[in-house]
Protein backbone atom coordinates (compact mmCIF):
# COMPACT_ATOMS: atom_id res chain seq x y z
CA UNK A 1 0.00 0.00 0.00
CA UNK A 2 1.64 3.40 -0.88
CA UNK A 3 2.77 5.50 2.14
CA UNK A 4 -0.08 8.37 0.89
CA UNK A 5 -2.78 5.73 1.16
CA UNK A 6 -1.84 4.34 4.41
CA UNK A 7 -1.55 8.31 5.42
CA UNK A 8 -5.37 7.85 4.66
CA UNK A 9 -5.97 5.41 6.83
CA UNK A 10 -4.95 6.29 9.31
CA UNK A 11 -6.77 7.72 12.42
CA UNK A 12 -7.57 11.37 11.56
CA UNK A 13 -10.30 13.68 11.27
CA UNK A 14 -13.24 11.89 9.31
CA UNK A 15 -12.53 11.99 5.72
CA UNK A 16 -15.11 13.25 2.98
CA UNK A 17 -15.61 11.12 -0.28
CA UNK A 18 -17.09 12.45 -2.92
CA UNK A 19 -19.54 10.80 -5.58
CA UNK A 20 -18.80 10.87 -8.94
CA UNK A 21 -21.38 8.26 -10.52
CA UNK A 22 -20.79 7.38 -14.07
CA UNK A 23 -24.33 5.92 -15.08
CA UNK A 24 -27.44 6.70 -16.37
CA UNK A 25 -29.72 5.92 -13.90
CA UNK A 26 -28.17 6.55 -10.37
CA UNK A 27 -30.78 7.48 -8.34
CA UNK A 28 -30.06 10.78 -7.29
CA UNK A 29 -27.26 12.01 -9.87
CA UNK A 30 -27.89 9.65 -13.04
CA UNK A 31 -27.13 10.61 -15.81
CA UNK A 32 -25.03 13.85 -15.12
CA UNK A 33 -21.61 12.64 -15.07
CA UNK A 34 -21.66 10.00 -17.61
CA UNK A 35 -19.75 12.01 -20.19
CA UNK A 36 -16.03 11.28 -18.94
CA UNK A 37 -14.81 14.68 -19.49
CA UNK A 38 -17.57 16.16 -16.96
CA UNK A 39 -17.11 13.23 -14.57
CA UNK A 40 -13.46 14.25 -14.25
CA UNK A 41 -14.48 18.38 -14.02
CA UNK A 42 -16.72 17.21 -11.23
CA UNK A 43 -14.26 15.25 -9.31
CA UNK A 44 -11.72 17.91 -9.84
CA UNK A 45 -14.35 20.48 -8.60
CA UNK A 46 -15.20 18.18 -5.20
CA UNK A 47 -11.39 18.12 -4.63
CA UNK A 48 -11.44 21.51 -4.83
CA UNK A 49 -14.28 22.19 -2.50
CA UNK A 50 -12.57 19.88 -0.04
CA UNK A 51 -12.72 16.10 -1.17
CA UNK A 52 -10.35 14.04 0.23
CA UNK A 53 -10.92 11.52 -2.10
CA UNK A 54 -13.44 10.57 -4.95
CA UNK A 55 -15.27 7.45 -5.55
CA UNK A 56 -15.86 6.95 -9.18
CA UNK A 57 -18.73 4.34 -10.05
CA UNK A 58 -19.92 2.75 -13.18
CA UNK A 59 -22.50 0.88 -11.82
CA UNK A 60 -26.11 1.93 -10.53
CA UNK A 61 -27.27 -0.56 -7.39
CA UNK A 62 -30.42 1.33 -7.56
CA UNK A 63 -33.08 -1.88 -7.25
CA UNK A 64 -34.24 -3.19 -10.70
CA UNK A 65 -32.00 -1.10 -12.72
CA UNK A 66 -30.29 -3.21 -15.40
CA UNK A 67 -26.41 -4.10 -14.48
CA UNK A 68 -23.92 -2.74 -17.25
CA UNK A 69 -21.87 -5.46 -18.67
CA UNK A 70 -17.85 -5.59 -17.48
CA UNK A 71 -16.97 -3.91 -20.55
CA UNK A 72 -19.38 -1.04 -20.68
CA UNK A 73 -18.90 -0.69 -17.01
CA UNK A 74 -15.05 -0.29 -17.43
CA UNK A 75 -15.29 1.93 -20.63
CA UNK A 76 -17.36 4.03 -18.08
CA UNK A 77 -15.00 4.41 -15.12
CA UNK A 78 -11.25 3.57 -16.40
CA UNK A 79 -10.65 7.17 -18.21
CA UNK A 80 -12.37 9.01 -15.51
CA UNK A 81 -9.92 7.38 -12.90
CA UNK A 82 -6.77 7.37 -14.47
CA UNK A 83 -7.29 11.06 -15.43
CA UNK A 84 -8.09 11.59 -11.64
CA UNK A 85 -5.12 9.76 -10.50
CA UNK A 86 -3.03 11.08 -13.13
CA UNK A 87 -4.04 14.32 -11.53
CA UNK A 88 -2.44 13.06 -8.30
CA UNK A 89 -6.18 13.12 -6.85
CA UNK A 90 -7.03 9.72 -4.03
CA UNK A 91 -9.77 7.72 -6.28
CA UNK A 92 -11.73 4.98 -5.04
CA UNK A 93 -13.79 2.63 -7.61
CA UNK A 94 -17.33 1.90 -6.45
CA UNK A 95 -17.12 -1.71 -8.15
CA UNK A 96 -18.38 -5.25 -7.41
CA UNK A 97 -16.06 -6.75 -10.24
CA UNK A 98 -12.88 -7.87 -9.98
CA UNK A 99 -11.36 -7.31 -13.05
CA UNK A 100 -13.00 -3.74 -13.05
CA UNK A 101 -11.02 -3.36 -9.30
CA UNK A 102 -7.65 -5.09 -10.88
CA UNK A 103 -7.85 -2.45 -14.30
CA UNK A 104 -8.60 0.36 -12.69
CA UNK A 105 -6.43 0.06 -9.91
CA UNK A 106 -3.57 -0.59 -12.57
CA UNK A 107 -4.67 3.10 -13.90
CA UNK A 108 -3.94 4.86 -10.27
CA UNK A 109 -7.49 3.96 -8.38
CA UNK A 110 -6.10 3.68 -4.59
CA UNK A 111 -9.08 2.22 -3.22
CA UNK A 112 -11.92 -0.48 -3.83
CA UNK A 113 -15.38 0.14 -2.76
CA UNK A 114 -17.54 -2.94 -3.51
CA UNK A 115 -21.20 -2.23 -2.40
CA UNK A 116 -21.33 -6.48 -2.49
CA UNK A 117 -18.55 -6.78 0.20
CA UNK A 118 -16.95 -8.93 -2.00
CA UNK A 119 -19.18 -11.83 -2.25
CA UNK A 120 -20.93 -10.78 -6.01
CA UNK A 121 -17.66 -11.82 -7.80
CA UNK A 122 -15.76 -14.37 -6.40
CA UNK A 123 -12.72 -13.73 -7.53
CA UNK A 124 -12.85 -10.15 -5.88
CA UNK A 125 -10.86 -11.27 -2.57
CA UNK A 126 -7.99 -12.95 -4.56
CA UNK A 127 -7.46 -9.15 -6.61
CA UNK A 128 -7.53 -7.89 -3.43
CA UNK A 129 -5.08 -9.78 -1.52
CA UNK A 130 -3.02 -9.98 -4.77
CA UNK A 131 -2.90 -5.98 -4.80
CA UNK A 132 -3.01 -4.82 -1.43
CA UNK A 133 -5.53 -2.55 -1.95
CA UNK A 134 -7.77 -0.94 0.59
CA UNK A 135 -11.40 -2.84 0.23
CA UNK A 136 -14.40 -1.10 1.85
CA UNK A 137 -16.28 -4.07 2.48
CA UNK A 138 -20.10 -3.01 2.45
CA UNK A 139 -23.30 -4.85 4.11
CA UNK A 140 -25.70 -5.70 1.80
CA UNK A 141 -27.71 -8.87 1.82
CA UNK A 142 -27.75 -9.17 -1.81
CA UNK A 143 -28.58 -7.87 -5.02
CA UNK A 144 -31.95 -6.79 -4.62
CA UNK A 145 -34.05 -7.06 -7.72
CA UNK A 146 -37.42 -6.50 -6.05
CA UNK A 147 -37.46 -3.23 -4.72
CA UNK A 148 -40.66 -4.12 -3.08
CA UNK A 149 -38.97 -7.11 -0.95
CA UNK A 150 -38.90 -6.26 2.97
CA UNK A 151 -35.82 -6.82 4.88
CA UNK A 152 -35.84 -8.66 8.21
CA UNK A 153 -33.57 -8.52 11.24
CA UNK A 154 -34.27 -9.02 14.82
CA UNK A 155 -31.96 -6.37 16.22
CA UNK A 156 -30.44 -4.77 12.89
CA UNK A 157 -27.55 -3.19 14.80
CA UNK A 158 -26.56 -6.99 16.26
CA UNK A 159 -26.67 -8.42 12.86
CA UNK A 160 -25.02 -5.67 10.62
CA UNK A 161 -21.83 -6.23 12.61
CA UNK A 162 -22.07 -9.98 12.67
CA UNK A 163 -22.28 -10.36 9.42
CA UNK A 164 -19.61 -7.72 8.61
CA UNK A 165 -17.81 -10.00 10.77
CA UNK A 166 -18.65 -13.02 8.86
CA UNK A 167 -17.27 -11.26 5.25
CA UNK A 168 -13.85 -9.70 7.38
CA UNK A 169 -12.79 -13.79 8.57
CA UNK A 170 -13.91 -14.39 4.42
CA UNK A 171 -11.67 -12.21 3.16
CA UNK A 172 -8.69 -12.47 5.77
CA UNK A 173 -9.50 -16.06 4.92
CA UNK A 174 -9.12 -15.39 0.93
CA UNK A 175 -5.36 -13.91 1.87
CA UNK A 176 -6.47 -10.48 2.44
CA UNK A 177 -4.89 -7.90 5.31
CA UNK A 178 -6.76 -6.85 8.22
CA UNK A 179 -4.77 -3.58 7.26
CA UNK A 180 -6.83 -3.15 4.01
CA UNK A 181 -10.63 -3.39 5.45
CA UNK A 182 -12.79 -0.52 5.89
CA UNK A 183 -16.43 -0.94 6.97
CA UNK A 184 -19.38 0.34 5.86
CA UNK A 185 -22.88 -0.38 7.47
CA UNK A 186 -24.58 -0.03 4.20
CA UNK A 187 -27.28 2.50 4.67
CA UNK A 188 -30.36 1.46 2.51
CA UNK A 189 -29.13 -1.28 1.22
CA UNK A 190 -31.37 -4.37 2.36
CA UNK A 191 -32.77 -1.88 5.03
CA UNK A 192 -35.48 -0.08 6.14
CA UNK A 193 -36.01 3.73 7.21
CA UNK A 194 -36.38 2.33 10.78
CA UNK A 195 -33.06 0.06 10.19
CA UNK A 196 -31.34 2.94 9.16
CA UNK A 197 -31.98 5.52 11.36
CA UNK A 198 -31.28 2.85 14.42
CA UNK A 199 -28.22 2.23 12.90
CA UNK A 200 -27.01 5.58 12.93
CA UNK A 201 -27.77 5.81 16.57
CA UNK A 202 -25.66 2.83 17.15
CA UNK A 203 -22.65 3.48 14.60
CA UNK A 204 -20.98 3.52 18.26
CA UNK A 205 -21.12 -0.23 18.10
CA UNK A 206 -19.64 -0.85 13.92
CA UNK A 207 -16.82 1.35 15.61
CA UNK A 208 -16.15 -1.01 18.35
CA UNK A 209 -15.20 -3.89 15.55
CA UNK A 210 -11.99 -2.14 15.38
CA UNK A 211 -11.68 -1.08 11.81
CA UNK A 212 -12.45 2.28 9.66
CA UNK A 213 -15.64 2.70 9.13
CA UNK A 214 -17.26 4.40 6.09
CA UNK A 215 -20.72 6.43 6.39
CA UNK A 216 -22.97 6.72 3.33
CA UNK A 217 -25.97 8.07 4.34
CA UNK A 218 -25.95 10.93 1.05
CA UNK A 219 -29.40 12.13 -0.23
CA UNK A 220 -30.85 8.27 0.22
CA UNK A 221 -34.28 7.86 1.15
CA UNK A 222 -34.91 7.53 4.92
CA UNK A 223 -33.57 11.53 4.79
CA UNK A 224 -36.94 12.28 3.15
CA UNK A 225 -38.99 11.99 5.92
CA UNK A 226 -38.09 14.09 8.52
CA UNK A 227 -40.07 15.98 10.88
CA UNK A 228 -41.88 18.96 9.97
CA UNK A 229 -41.94 20.59 13.51
CA UNK A 230 -40.37 18.86 17.05
CA UNK A 231 -42.50 16.63 18.39
CA UNK A 232 -44.31 15.96 15.11
CA UNK A 233 -44.15 12.24 13.83
CA UNK A 234 -44.06 11.38 10.07
CA UNK A 235 -46.77 9.67 8.24
CA UNK A 236 -45.45 6.19 7.01
CA UNK A 237 -46.84 7.25 4.11
CA UNK A 238 -45.70 10.93 3.39
CA UNK A 239 -44.04 11.56 0.07
CA UNK A 240 -40.57 11.77 0.46
CA UNK A 241 -37.78 15.42 -0.75
CA UNK A 242 -36.12 14.36 -3.72
CA UNK A 243 -33.19 13.49 -3.47
CA UNK A 244 -30.90 17.05 -4.46
CA UNK A 245 -33.15 18.22 -1.34
CA UNK A 246 -31.49 16.07 1.09
CA UNK A 247 -28.11 17.39 1.50
CA UNK A 248 -28.83 19.59 4.66
CA UNK A 249 -29.97 16.48 6.02
CA UNK A 250 -26.84 14.52 4.79
CA UNK A 251 -24.71 16.91 6.15
CA UNK A 252 -26.12 16.91 9.58
CA UNK A 253 -25.51 13.04 9.20
CA UNK A 254 -21.81 13.64 7.93
CA UNK A 255 -21.50 15.75 11.26
CA UNK A 256 -23.20 12.79 13.64
CA UNK A 257 -20.93 10.32 11.39
CA UNK A 258 -17.79 11.97 12.44
CA UNK A 259 -19.03 12.35 15.84
CA UNK A 260 -18.99 8.32 16.29
CA UNK A 261 -15.43 8.75 14.43
CA UNK A 262 -15.79 7.82 11.30
CA UNK A 263 -13.16 7.35 8.71
CA UNK A 264 -15.27 8.98 6.16
CA UNK A 265 -18.45 9.83 5.03
CA UNK A 266 -19.75 9.10 1.18
CA UNK A 267 -21.03 12.45 -0.19
CA UNK A 268 -22.86 14.25 -3.14
CA UNK A 269 -22.46 17.74 -1.94
CA UNK A 270 -18.80 17.92 -0.75
CA UNK A 271 -19.13 21.93 0.68
CA UNK A 272 -22.05 21.38 2.33
CA UNK A 273 -20.73 18.30 4.09
CA UNK A 274 -17.14 20.24 5.01
CA UNK A 275 -18.80 22.86 6.81
CA UNK A 276 -20.71 20.50 8.56
CA UNK A 277 -17.70 18.70 9.69
CA UNK A 278 -15.79 21.99 10.14
CA UNK A 279 -18.62 22.45 12.87
CA UNK A 280 -17.20 18.95 14.51
CA UNK A 281 -13.63 20.01 14.20
CA UNK A 282 -14.01 23.50 16.24
CA UNK A 283 -16.16 21.65 18.90
CA UNK A 284 -12.98 19.10 19.48
CA UNK A 285 -10.98 22.08 19.16
CA UNK A 286 -12.69 24.00 21.65
CA UNK A 287 -13.38 20.78 24.07
CA UNK A 288 -9.37 20.26 24.38
CA UNK A 289 -8.64 23.77 25.17
N1 LIG B 1 -24.23 3.82 -1.56
C1 LIG B 1 -24.42 3.83 -2.89
C2 LIG B 1 -23.40 3.40 -3.77
N2 LIG B 1 -22.22 2.99 -3.29
N3 LIG B 1 -20.79 2.56 -1.46
C3 LIG B 1 -20.59 2.54 -0.14
N4 LIG B 1 -19.41 2.10 0.35
N5 LIG B 1 -21.53 2.93 0.76
C4 LIG B 1 -22.76 3.36 0.36
O1 LIG B 1 -23.60 3.67 1.22
C5 LIG B 1 -23.03 3.38 -1.05
C6 LIG B 1 -22.00 2.98 -1.94
C7 LIG B 1 -25.73 4.29 -3.43
O2 LIG B 1 -25.78 5.67 -3.50
P1 LIG B 1 -25.49 6.52 -4.86
O3 LIG B 1 -26.34 5.88 -5.94
O4 LIG B 1 -25.90 7.89 -4.54
O5 LIG B 1 -24.04 6.41 -5.19
Not at 102 to 128: C, F, K
Not at 219 to 230: Q, S, T, V, Y
Not at 238 to 264: F, I, K, N, Y
Request: charged residues 25%; proline residues 7%; hydrophobic residues 45%.
Amino acid sequence: MPASVADLLAPGPTRIMGIVNVTPDSFSDGGRWIDPAVAVRRGREMAAEGADLIDVGGESTRPGSRRPDEQEELDRVLPVVAALADEGLVVSVDTMRAEVARQTLEAGAAIINDVSGGQADPDMPAVIAATGAPFVLMHWRGLLTDPHEQPHYDDVTAEVCRELTDRVDALLGAGVAREQIILDPGFGFSKDAGHNWTLLSRLDRVMALGLPVLVGTSRKRFLGRLPARPGVTVAPDAAPTEPVDRDVATAATSLLAAQAGAWAVRVHDVAATREALGVWQMVRGADAR
